[in-house]
Structures are given as structure tokens and as C-alpha cells.
């Protein structure tokens, strides 16, 4: 089979980075939208929650009302640490596009523009990220023993005999779960963190390479790729679960003894349904905004590289081809590469 066209390859690396920073950015505009609709959903369901009083209360002993202000401590702390978190997250998502467009306005163009700002800032939040999985990891593993002892108010029977043994085997299990997903978390998003960090390198003038970087983020978001599809299959099962569990007519017939409406808890119970669903969907979203944001990278650095190496850049004579495949990698450029298409 004849090779293609050095041409045709840079338009290929071109188009390809056009089409996926296209695709990215308009994800991450729906991504922003959901974050936004999940948590009004999830902020609701915890106000539904910690809006039940009444004689539910006096079933607690033995101090029901001190119980009552712990819940309400708890839940009330839940609705501002959660909230803070969307508001967070939708910032660092809109960093995030700023970022992707000047990446690809400055390796289309060679304009710099504020793609060195633009990456270094998106940096910033994804070190706070980094920082954010490691004290919410501690903080769950540090906060168990207190949770297990108000646990000993509703069920003291049951709870009486945890003793310092008991309490950890508990914490040393809650470390083995939060390391894994701590380490390979800083890992990847340390990945990603080099990638546009080599980009406001060779904004700034360096020479360096921005390919080696890309190639070894890609690896990363591979694995990424394969996390959230396994995620995705827990969550469809979840949903299919607490969906199938509100449809029982026997679910919510002892909540009136509790002084609970039983509409008001099967509305929260459904919304919790709901809201599984959304996060499927979201998990569906991540997936292909994983794989377009590592063919982006290696696009993007193989046009920066082919630049460095006194290639031309100009987005002029960009081929739409409808048959190129966004979510594959292009190929590396060479010096020779004509840029232009001709």
C-alpha cells in the first residue's frame, strides 16, 4: 500500500486536532450543564433528608435529641461542603475549555496568545485536585471511629462490642481502599499536569519535545478510559437496582411508624434513582472526553514538535475530510511536513 503524503498527514494531525478540540469543549459545556443539574439534584435530596423530624426522633435512643443535632450537623455540613464542591468544579471545568481553545489556537497558528497563562492556571487546578483526593482520603479514614461511635446511639447492641481492635481494622481497611485511588489519581492528573506544562514551556520558546509527554499522558488516559467504563457498569447496575427496589409496594410501608411521609421518602428514594442515572450518563461523557483529550494531546504535540523543528503552520488550506476518525491517533509530523497542504 503507497504511504500517504507528508501533506496529507499534517492535514490529518491538523483536522483531527480541530475536530477533537471541538468535541472537548463542546462535552465539556454539557459536562459543566449536568455537574450543575446533578447537584441542585443532590442538594434537594439531602434537604429532603434533613427535613425529617417529628416522632422518627424519639425512635433513637438512647439520646434521641442529641442524635437529631448530630444528623443535622452532619447533613447540614454535607449541603455546604457538597455545594462548594459543584461551584468548584464547574470553575475548574471552564478553566479547562480556556485552556484546551489556546492550546489549539496556539498549535494551529503558532499564535501564543494566552496559551501559556491559559495552561498554567488550568495547572493550578488540577494540583488542587490532586491535593483535594488526598485530604478527603484522610479525612474518611480519621473520621470512621467517630461515625462508628455516634453509630453506637442508634444500634447499641450492635456496636458495643467494636473495641480498639475492631476500630483498626477498620481505619487500616479504609487506608488499603483510599491509597489506590489516591496514588493512581495524583499519577494521572500529574501526567496531564506535564503535558500543558511542557505547552507553556514551548510557548515561552523552549525546545523541548511536547511528544514524549503526550504519548506518556495518553497511557494514562488509556487507563482512565478502562476506570470509567468500569465505573459506568457499577453505576448502570446501581440505577437498575434502586429503580427496581422503589417500585416494591412493601418498601415504604413502615416509614409511617417513624413519623416519616412515605411519599416524601419514596420522592427521595426515586430522586436517588435519578440521580445514579445522571452519573451514568456524566461517566458516559468522561469516557469519550478521555479519548478525545489524548488524541488532542498527541495532536497538539506533534504540531508543536514538527514547528519546533522549522515546520510551517497555517490553518488556510485545512482538508475537511469527513472520513478522518476523531478518536484515533494521528501520526507524528516530521520537519518536512508541508503544513500548508500543498
Do not use: C
Not at 481553545?101 to 488542587?128: E, I
Not at 476523531?326 to 511536513?337: A, C, G, N, V, Y
Amino acid at each position: 500500500m503507497t504511504a500517504p503524503p507528508l501533506s496529507f498527514s499534517a492535514d490529518l494531525a491538523r483536522h483531527s486536532l480541530l475536530t477533537r478540540g471541538e468535541r472537548i469543549r463542546t462535552t465539556l459545556g454539557v459536562l459543566i450543564g449536568l455537574y450543575i443539574l446533578i447537584g441542585v439534584l443532590s442538594l434537594g435530596i439531602l434537604g429532603i433528608f434533613w427535613g425529617f423530624s417529628g416522632p422518627f426522633w424519639k425512635e433513637l435512643q438512647p439520646d434521641p435529641d442529641g442524635l437529631k443535632s448530630f444528623v443535622n450537623w452532619i447533613l447540614g455540613g454535607s449541603v455546604l461542603v457538597s455545594a462548594a464542591f459543584f461551584v468548584l468544579y464547574v470553575l475548574a471545568l471552564l478553566a479547562a475549555r480556556r485552556a484546551i481553545a489556546s492550546v489549539q489556537t496556539y498549535a494551529l497558528s503558532g499564535q501564543t496568545g494566552s496559551a501559556a497563562r491559559d495552561a498554567r492556571r488550568f495547572n493550578k487546578w488540577l494540583s488542587a485536585w490532586q491535593w483535594w483526593t488526598l485530604i478527603s482520603a484522610v479525612l474518611s479514614v480519621s473520621l470512621a471511629p467517630f461515625f462508628i461511635g455516634w453509630a453506637a446511639k442508634l444500634d447499641p447492641a450492635t456496636t458495643q462490642t467494636l473495641g480498639s481492635a475492631e476500630l483498626s481494622v477498620v481505619a487500616i481497611s479504609g487506608v488499603l481502599q483510599a491509597l489506590p485511588t489516591v496514588v493512581l489519581t495524583w499519577l494521572v492528573l500529574a501526567s496531564i499536569k506535564r503535558f500543558f506544562a511542557a505547552v507553556a514551556l514551548h510557548a515561552g520558546g523552549s525546545r523541548q519535545p511536547v511528544t514524549p509527554v503526550a504519548s506518556a499522558a495518553g497511557g494514562w488516559l488509556i487507563f482512565t478510559i478502562v476506570v470509567l467504563a468500569l465505573g459506568l457498569a457499577a453505576l448502570a447496575f446501581f440505577t437498575l437496582l434502586v429503580a427496581t427496589l422503589g417500585t416494591l409496594p412493601t418498601m415504604f410501608a413502615q416509614d409511617a411508624s417513624f413519623g416519616v411521609d412515605p411519599a416524601a421518602f419514596k420522592s427521595a428514594f426515586g430522586g436517588v434513582a435519578v440521580l445514579l442515572l445522571l452519573s451514568a450518563v456524566l461517566y458516559g461523557f468522561l469516557i469519550a472526553l478521555t479519548a478525545w483529550s489524548r488524541g488532542f494531546a498527541l495532536n497538539a504535540a506533534a504540531l508543536l514538535d514538527a514547528a519546533r523543528l522549522g515546520g510551517e503552520r497555517s490553518a488556510a488550506s485545512l482538508p475537511m475530510n469527513e472520513g478522518t476518525n476523531p478518536w484515533k491517533t494521528s501520526i507524528t509530523l516530521s520537519k518536512s511536513d508541508d503544513w500548508n497542504g500543498r
